[in-house]
């Protein structure tokens, strides 16, 4: 294995590159390494003429040569290290690279750089050394003996193969266990199990001139370390594993896959490593979590705190608190999860942590100022308490203790006087010096321990906000993640996981638990914010620490600011000189009719006031120019762009000539207003007076009364890029380069990147890092220069010129305004690249960098709300009750209220408001009454309440605090505003929705196809535009085209090559969509919409519109049988086709004659199989040559297969897909889905020839499914065999191995039977195979618009209904309805079972009989099961026991489901859920029969059966079930249904499995014979139920008129005489058979070796037919309980 470091992008490296060490160089250590105890006994062989400069280097083909002579690789591979090692370790070049593509920087290139292009690969590292540092990367860092790398960052693959590709164990166990610890931060947990999996299957080959030997080596030593990962994961990580059972399902899977495969020492260590978790994931107890009762117990509540020893307190207390520790995730410490709104979901255990400390405290102080104890005991027993704590090592209840003796004053309460072994936990409460002397205590004292929390979780605060997630090309800071690593294991190894040792003393435990809690705020409402919680009650950190204070107190800000005023606003209304200092830092300029002051759109920050003539404010909606108001002396506009920077969302036009304009740029205010305060308190006032009447005149929309006042792109933009939630989005732009989406995102202080293709990227640039901007060049690329190590940055992929000049003007804009704004930046002391990383540390809600602001501070929040009253309420307890006057504000610390008017008909909710909210603006200003209520949303909602009188105190003794909270609540307020505005112009276009119904004529009959043009509307994050598009509707589709076809031109024209493609833009089924007309103020749009999205069209004329509205309203509105797709259709041919040989030869002749098109799809195909098996056999009857053959004649293919998921069979569907499509261009195969959802499959079993003859039903064209009506389980004619190779097929003895390799046997044709098939399929032709056809083009459609693999693909159209027929038509007679069970996920369309509706239909209204083929039995008679077939059975069955009426119903299924039932517990697990289904408790259906009808048996009216067969092998007798693989319904001789469902959840819940199946009704009728009387039954249904009985029964023609009638006493008696009889024989000649005797795994197991009987073959002589009884009883005493691993997946074997 090579010595050098080789990537191929975007692992960065960094820091001085020792590479003379020999760390690099393979070691081959122990294999059985133990990744938790360090190995350190590698071998590290020494050079000596590594410094050597005279040692001339071999060439490389000396090496070779050298090389070649030794017999011995192992010795060839260290002579080959030996004479190159020196070149390695010589470097003192740098390589450098981009993210992407190679950069060589550096003109001169090292002896590395050289030797690595003998070798065949580029140079991709990226290096520097020294000072000449300049790109994020790798730095290994020497200490003692060793050195530990640090990676700088790079992409989650990168980084992991960098740390896979190491040699050095402990090196791997370091840097694994960090990105272990941290890899919550930006990747999930299944995707990092997805990347190991990757690297285990293919690992990376550094070289590939490397010696295979060299190779191999590479491969293990990668292997190993995934393995050593696999094992640090699972133990030091395991609660990983606890959290997301799927995450132990998904290394499960892994580990089966990797057991079949080659025995290495990775392989045994993965393995050994899931089992040793799966051990612990069973045994493991964490300690339960204390929660104090809000109750307080009596006995408790008697206990005197004084009479229990301090030391039995303390160790009590440690006890509690050890537990609450030992259930903290290290995950909970990432991204300061413990703050914010979803900090109980992110970080549930640490949360609770942090509340038992604020109760330990509160505790203390009640106790403590408790009137019925003394107060100064009680004081020095606590002192005593928490010295014990102390001594105890237990640092964070000490000092929680002792925070409850403190008073608001910062002394002792009752000034005790504190004693000396007490004053050094005092001078560890203090963070001042970041808290030195604690951390000098950490460091004497041993584990165990329990930390002191508050300077821990400032230290992650601080690395958290110091540095940003992503580095400034976009790639994983994982540097941020090794600091963040660190501290947390430090501060693990401080505490032991195997606790104190102290004896649990439940009386005392009891009392601290119980005990009565008053909180500080009660006792001291003035005591205001405790300093010291600061790093989990706001999200800032001690300025003390050079790092700017985060306002936890911003309130959100949303795309764009307002410039509408209203007529009742003139003037700023300040006095006079307060007016002449505002204008002193204002320009005045004259402006001429015409001219746009801003344009809408534009980038505005200035306040304009209009100081001679007027101005009008003009707003373009739909292109239409809107007048909103014309602004006269005295009036301004602009003042949102006062409070926040924004988008001009109106234009200003000067109305006459000479128009004088004072405007001042807002950037100059704040220095203004430092200087006056009070004129900051006058002005921000009166524009908050001026916002409160304006948002009191509009609406609350109904997003904001859920809580949401921010647009959903400012939401996705903060969120996706880590930036803070005020930061606003100005403008967004799309480009795309090759297959690679790009999204520009600009913010006024922000320009940030995501790019997706296979990895999703991004960056961040602050705009103060922008060095310049350089227009687009010829190819349309916009080239960013920054200051950063990303040095530049270029944007291409524009659609057109104007996009590209208009994205480089709002950058232009944007950078150009920062600038103006901006004050020097003050260096941090703590981060010399702070400026350079995404500035998550802003102050102000709405601008970030170092901008002038004049925003609150963390103190004057302080002091504003120390002088407020705070005050919890309960759930639904009103804070404010309505027509209340009171000139107060309100501020919403904690929890949530809502703001609700009562009426009529209840509460109706106007808005609710979550934490750090304020309310109450209207009233304050200007003393008006509340117009609603404000009720707390939850319990304990913490509300401080502001009053008018302290804050008009507050303005004379600190006029600078009260300016900045009137700034902030402008900024709140304008926020707001433009919110609803915004959403107010949005509505205004949308406030007239029109009935469909409205738009058709009475008595006129629409087309049911249509063509012709529509404009479709098209939107983007800033407005919309409309296209022409020309549009078709056929069979039920609405198909979207770039430019007009002509509409006779056959749909498959666009496949040819020698002919104009038009190019389709989307097909959309209609069935299953909704559908809407909305009127606005310029046009009438109408819109079709699914769950995945929706589509907005309008036309030129109503005329036209109708026409649209009329043809779909044919397929949206109708609603047809069991809520199908599909509606009923007459008069259509149906053919059954019971098991493959018929089956096969129907299709082959089907596929012989197709024209046009072929469409299959099927749950697994094997290209190779044998349609038909005439003898001599022929190869030209195989599927792929057949399809070839089509292929040749111009028939286009069109193939879905199931993407097999690691849960089930691996069918080889990949490789098929490329064997079909080698075959001709003609052949497109598409593979779904790609990886989502894993335990579902597309079941569905389809042909379709021209779109006009279909084939549906259970058979798939594959393995095993080929057989005749008399099921032989041998194969004797080896020379002639009907079952080739794999063909020969018997999962019950054996799995499929290699499934791509068709002609090798996997099973001993002599020794070992095959597997029986009984299958029933259906060829249907007429109207009916349209709608199979609509079905496979609604899938391949979908699947090609959901994996871009498929974006050569072409869509799918359905012909026209005017389109003369291909194939001749054959008169029918059966009324057949297509039915499903189809999902989202499977069609892209709403849920549909309507298969299970038509399965209980039947059920329901059967009549005399119901008969049943299926492959399970699972319904929701079983629990924890859905589908109600199981239910159906047992009310049909209770109603004729109720009617004393003869009914029988009939189930015919498998002996056991496919696979070795022995050795699988998945298999012998949907046993059980079959008699859970049939009689196992009392919700089953023998169970409810049994519990209504005591005296009633219930096989008297429903039985089980199965079918089995016997052959002779090698002159031994051997049996085998019948596979019984059909989906088969027959109800009263009338009515048959056949299809791909099984009775399951699975296949008939709709959002499982994809099925589908055809419901006949014939209309054909044959006299027959019905309980005794003459009957007309249907010729469809009548004659597959006999020759399905004649088969299983095994009669002669002449025979079957004993079965005419089904329930007749004589069929029903034969019926079961014939199954029992033949159980009976069956069970005497092979006695290890499932059947009622064997009850046990064990009794099977002894079975086995019972002695062959000697009259076998004579006895076998009696069976007649295949049918015999299903076992009911089997393994009934055996335990069939899931695993840990089944029960995860129950739903998939349900």
């Known amino acids: 294995m090579s010595s050098r470091l080789t990537f191929n992008s975007p692992l960065l490296f960094s820091g001085k590159e020792e ?23 590698l071998n590290h062989n020494n050079s000596n003429n590594v410094n050597n400069p005279n040692v001339t280097a071999p060439r490389k083909r000396d090496a070779v040569k050298d090389l070649a002579v030794h017999a011995d690789f192992s010795k060839a591979k260290h002579l080959f290290h030996e004479k190159f090692s020196h070149l390695r370790n010589s470097s003192t070049k740098d390589s450098i690279a981009s ?33 000449r540092e300049r790109i994020i990367g790798v730095n290994n860092i020497g200490f003692g003996h060793r050195r530990r790398t640090l990676i700088y960052g790079g992409t989650l693959a990168k980084i992991l193969e960098f740390i896979f590709s190491r040699e050095e164990k402990e090196e791997v166990i370091e840097l694994i266990d960090t990105l272990l610890l941290t890899f919550h931060s930006f990747v999930a947990s299944n995707e990092l199990l997805d990347e190991f999996q990757r690297y285990f299957d293919h690992p990376i080959q550094s070289s590939s001139r490397l010696s295979f030997v060299d190779r191999d080596f590479t491969m293990e030593t990668q292997q190993q370390n995934i393995a050593i990962s696999i094992k640090v994961w699972t133990v030091k990580y395991f609660q990983d594993f606890l959290d997301q059972p799927e995450l132990l399902t998904q290394l499960q899977e892994f580990a089966s896959r990797i057991r079949s495969r080659k025995s290495s020492p990775s392989q045994k260590l993965i393995l050994s490593s899931i089992e040793d978790l799966c051990f612990k994931l069973s045994t493991v107890k964490l300690p339960p979590i204390p929660k104090r009762s809000k109750e307080t117990d009596e006995a408790s509540s008697k206990e005197n705190i004084l009479q229990i020893p301090a030391k039995l307190l303390a160790e009590q207390l440690t006890i509690l608190e050890w537990s609450l520790l030992s259930n903290v995730r290290p995950k909970e410490f990432l991204n300061q999860a413990w703050k914010g709104q979803h900090a109980e979901k992110a970080a549930p255990h640490l949360c609770d942590w ?30 005593n308490v928490s010295s014990e704590l102390f001594e105890m090592n237990n640092f964070n209840g000490s000092i929680a203790v002792l925070k409850g003796l403190k008073n608001p004053d910062d002394k002792i309460i009752g000034d005790c006087f504190l004693p000396d072994h007490l004053r050094l936990l005092w001078e560890i409460m203090n963070p001042s010096d970041n808290f030195s002397s604690y951390r000098r205590q950490l460091k004497r004292r041993k584990s165990p321990m329990i930390p002191y929390l508050d300077p821990f979780l400032l230290d992650l605060s601080f690395t958290d906000q110091a540095e940003g997630d992503y580095l400034d090309n976009g790639l994983y800071n994982f540097k941020k993640c090794t600091s963040i690593a660190q501290k947390i294991n430090e501060f693990y190894s401080k505490f032991s996981s195997k606790g104190f040792g102290f004896q649990v003393d439940k009386r005392v435990m009891s009392f601290i638990l119980s005990a009565k809690i008053v909180p500080r705020s009660r006792i001291w409402p003035n005591e205001g914010i405790d300093e010291s919680n600061f790093a989990f009650e706001q999200d800032s950190i001690s300025s003390k620490s050079g790092i700017h204070i985060t306002n936890l107190f911003g309130d959100e800000q949303s795309i764009d600011s307002d410039l509408e005023p209203r007529e009742d606003e003139r003037y700023l209304s300040l006095p006079p000189e307060q007016f002449e200092k505002l204008v002193s830092v204002a320009n005045v300029r004259t402006w001429q009719q015409g001219d746009k002051l801003i344009e809408q759109g534009d980038y505005n920050t200035k306040l304009f006031i209009v100081k001679e003539g007027s101005v009008k404010v003009v707003k373009m909606v739909k292109g239409s120019p809107i007048i909103l108001s014309e602004l006269g002396p005295g009036r301004f506009f602009g003042d949102v762009s006062v409070l926040m920077y924004g988008v001009a969302t109106a234009s200003v036009v000067a109305s006459e000539e000479n128009v004088t304009i004072i405007e001042i740029e807002v950037s100059k205010l704040p220095r203004l207003f430092r200087e006056d305060p009070q004129l900051g308190i006058v002005f921000f006032g009166n524009l908050v007076k001026t916002l409160v009447k304006r948002l009191a005149a509009l609406p609350i929309p109904a997003g904001e009364a859920r809580g949401r006042t921010r647009s959903t792109s400012n939401v996705k933009f903060s969120e996706t890029f880590h930036l803070p939630s005020t930061e606003s989005l100005v403008r967004e732009f799309k480009t795309r380069t090759g297959l690679r989406r790009n999204q520009i995102f600009l913010s006024p202080n922000f320009f940030a990147f995501l790019s997706r293709f296979i990895f999703t990227r991004k960056i961040v640039l602050p705009i103060e890092t922008i060095k310049g901007i350089e227009p687009p060049n010829r190819r349309n690329r916009i080239r960013i220069n920054v200051e950063t190590r990303l040095r530049a940055l270029s944007i291409g992929g524009f659609r057109n010129r104007s996009t590209a000049e208009e994205c480089y003007n709002v950058m232009s804009k944007i950078v150009e305004t920062y600038r103006a704004s901006t004050i020097p930046a003050t260096p941090n002391p703590i981060s010399p690249n702070a400026s350079t990383s995404v500035m998550r540390l802003t102050s102000s809600p709405n601008l970030g960098g170092h901008r002038d602001n004049f925003t609150m501070t963390k103190h004057d929040w302080s002091l504003l709300l120390r002088g407020a009253e705070k005050q919890l309420y309960d759930e639904d307890q009103i804070i404010v009750k309505e027509g209340n006057n009171q000139r107060k504000l309100y501020f919403i610390s904690k929890g949530s209220c809502r703001a609700e008017t009562m009426g009529p008909n209840g509460p109706t909710i106007l808005n609710s408001m979550g934490e750090e909210e304020v309310f109450g603006e209207m009233g304050f200003f200007t003393a008006s009454a509340a117009s609603a209520n404000v009720v707390s949303s939850q319990n304990s909602t913490e509300v401080f309440t502001i009053d008018s009188a302290y804050v008009n105190q507050l303005s004379i003794t600190h006029p600078k605090v009260v300016a900045r909270f009137y700034s902030y609540l402008g900024t709140t307020l304008a926020s707001r505003l433009q919110s609803r505005e915004t959403r107010a112009w949005d509505t205004v276009e949308q406030e007239s929705i029109l009935l469909p119904s409205s738009f058709l004529e009475p008595g006129k009959v629409y087309a049911e196809e249509k063509h012709g043009f529509l404009m479709q509307r098209n939107r983007g994050a800033i407005g919309e535009n409309w296209e022409r598009r020309f549009c078709r509707i056929i069979s039920g589709f609405f198909i979207i085209f770039y430019a ?13 090559q020698d002919t104009p493609r038009p190019r389709v833009v989307k097909v959309l089924p209609l069935a299953g969509m909704s559908f809407s007309l909305t009127k606005t103020a310029s046009f009438i749009m109408l819109k079709l919409s699914t769950a995945r999205g929706s589509r907005a069209f309008k036309s030129d004329t109503i005329q036209e519109l109708s026409d649209w509205v009329g043809t779909i309203q044919n397929y949206i509105e109708k609603t047809h049988r069991f809520q199908s797709f599909a509606p009923i259709r007459e008069k259509c041919f149906a053919q059954y086709l019971v098991d493959g040989e018929d ?37 030209s009857n195989r599927l792929d040559k057949v399809l070839q053959r089509k292929a040749l004649e111009g028939v286009y293919v069109f193939i879905l297969i199931w993407n097999e998921t690691s849960v089930a069979t691996k069918l080889a569907s990949a490789i098929s897909r490329k064997k079909f499509e080698s075959l001709h261009p003609n052949i497109f195969v598409i593979r779904h889905p790609t990886l989502i959802p894993f335990e579902w499959s597309h079941h569905q079993k389809t042909v379709v020839i021209d779109q006009e003859i279909a084939f549906v039903g259970g058979l798939d064209l594959c393995y095993g499914r080929w057989d005749t009506s008399s099921h032989p389980c041998v194969d004797n004619c080896h020379l002639a065999t009907k079952w080739p190779g794999k063909d020969y097929y018997n999962t019950n003895k054996k799995g499929i191995e290699h499934p791509e390799l068709p002609f090798i046997d996997h099973l001993d044709r002599t020794q070992i039977p095959r597997l029986p098939w009984h299958d029933v399929h259906m060829k249907i ?17 979908h699947h090609k618009e959901s994996n871009n693999d498929y974006s050569s693909h072409p869509f799918i159209l359905p012909t026209p209904s005017s389109k003369s027929p291909i194939h001749p038509s054959i008169p029918g007679t059966a009324n057949v309805q297509l039915l499903r069970s189809i999902s989202p996920w499977s069609s892209g369309n709403t849920v549909e079972d309507s298969l299970c509706k038509a399965y209980i239909d039947l059920i329901k209204n059967a009549e005399y009989f119901v008969y049943i083929e299926n492959q399970f039995f699972i319904s929701g008679t079983a629990v924890g099961v859905i589908n109600g077939i199981g239910q159906a059975i047992v009310d049909r069955v209770a109603r004729a026991i109720r009617e004393e009426s003869n009914f029988k119903i009939i189930v015919v299924m498998p002996v056991v489901p496919e696979g070795v039932y022995e050795e699988t517990a998945s298999i012998r697990y949907i046993m059980r859920w079959q008699f859970d289904t049939i009689w196992n408790g009392p919700t089953s259906i023998y169970g409810q029969l049994k519990q209504m009808f005591p005296d009633i048996n219930p096989s008297d009216y429903i039985s089980f059966h199965s079918l089995r067969c016997y052959g002779e092998l090698e002159g031994s007798e051997v049996t085998e079930q019948i596979y019984i693989h059909a989906k088969l319904i027959i109800v009263d001789d009338c009515r048959a249904m056949i299809s791909s469902a099984n009775i399951n959840d699975r296949s008939l819940r709709g959002d499982g499995d994809s099925e589908i199946g055809a419901l006949v009704d014939d209309t054909s009728v044959v006299d027959s014979i019905m309980d005794g009387e003459p009957f007309k039954a249907a010729k469809f249904a009548f004659e597959l139920r006999k020759q399905l009985w004649q088969e299983h029964l095994g009669l002669a023609d002449s025979e079957c008129s004993l079965i005419d009638d089904p329930i007749s006493p004589g069929s029903i008696e034969y019926w079961k005489y014939v199954s029992s009889a033949n159980t009976e024989v069956y069970t005497n000649a092979f006695p290890h058979l499932p059947s009622n005797h064997i009850t046990t795994l064990q009794q099977l197991s002894s079975a086995s070796l019972e002695p062959k009987t000697t009259q076998r073959m004579a006895i076998l002589q009696e069976i007649r037919g295949h049918l015999i009884d299903f076992p009911l009883e089997f393994l009934k005493h055996e335990n069939m309980k899931p695993d840990l691993k089944l029960k995860v997946v129950d739903r998939i074997f349900q």
């Open 19 to 41: 590479i003379e060490d020999h760390q690099f160089r393979p070691s081959k250590s122990n294999s059985n390494f133990n990744p938790i105890a360090s190995n350190n006994n």
């Open 1044 to 1056: 007009e076809i002509d509409s006779t031109e056959s749909f498959y024209m666009d496949l040819k």
């Open 1143 to 1179: 089956t096969f030869k129907a299709i082959a002749d089907g596929i012989e004659s197709a024209r046009e098109s072929i469409f299959i799809t099927d749950w697994w195909i094997i290209p190779e199989l044998y349609l038909k098996r005439d003898y001599p056999p022929s190869v």
């Open 354 to 383: 942090i509340k038992w400390n604020m109760e330990t405290r509160d505790w203390v102080t009640t106790m403590v100022t408790s009137p019925e104890l003394n107060q100064l005991s009680v004081v020095k027993h606590f002192m």
């Open 99 to 131: 993210s992407e593509n190679i950069d060589i920087r550096d003109s001169s290139r090292s002896i590395t750089t050289k030797l690595e292009e003998l070798e065949g690969e580029e140079g991709s590292i990226v290096l520097s050394t020294g000072e």
């Open 1325 to 1341: 032709i007429g109207s009916a195979a349209k709608d199979v056809a609509y079905n496979f083009i609604q899938r391949w459609n």
